[in-house]
Nanobody, 116 residues
Framework: QVQLVESGGGLVQPGESLTLSCAAS????????VGWYRQAPGKERELVAS???????NYLDSVKGRFTISRDNAKNTVYLQMNNLKPEDTAVYYC??????????WGKGTLVTVSS
C-alpha cells in the first residue's frame, strides 16, 4: 500500500519560513520524481517544485529564490523549504510521487496559511 504523508504546514506571518516534509512508503522512492503541488481556494492545482531521480529540480516562477526542494532517498522523504512566505502562498500543499502515468501517487495535503 502506497502512502505519502505530508507534515509541517501551519499558520505563519508574511516573511516567515516553513519546511514541509513528505514521507513515502510502499514505493521504491529513488525511482520516482517527487514534487509539491498546491491548490488555493478557487484555483487549480499547480506544480510548485519537483525533483527527479537525478536531483534535477524545477520550480514555479513565483517561488524561485524563496523555496528549495530536496530529497533524502535513505529516508524516503522529500522536503520543501519555504522562505519569505507571502500571503499568496496560502494553499493546501500536496506531495506527489510519479514514475509514469500508472505509478502516480498523491498525499492528502497539508495546509499552509500566510497571514498577519
Amino acid at each position: 500500500q502506497v502512502q505519502l504523508v505530508e507534515s509541517g504546514g501551519g499558520l505563519v506571518q508574511p516573511g516567515e519560513s516553513l519546511t514541509l516534509s513528505c514521507a513515502a512508503s510502499g514505493i521504491t522512492f529513488n525511482r520516482y520524481t517527487v514534487g509539491w503541488y498546491r491548490q488555493a481556494p478557487g484555483k487549480e492545482r499547480e506544480l510548485v517544485a519537483s525533483i527527479d531521480t537525478s536531483t534535477t529540480t524545477n520550480y514555479l516562477d513565483s517561488v524561485k529564490g524563496r523555496f528549495t526542494i530536496s530529497r533524502d532517498n535513505a529516508k524516503n522523504t522529500v522536503y520543501l523549504q519555504m522562505n519569505n512566505l507571502k500571503p499568496e502562498d496560502t494553499a493546501v500543499y500536496y506531495c506527489n510521487a510519479k514514475r509514469n502515468a500508472a505509478l502516480n501517487y498523491w498525499g492528502k495535503g497539508t495546509l499552509v496559511t500566510v497571514s498577519s
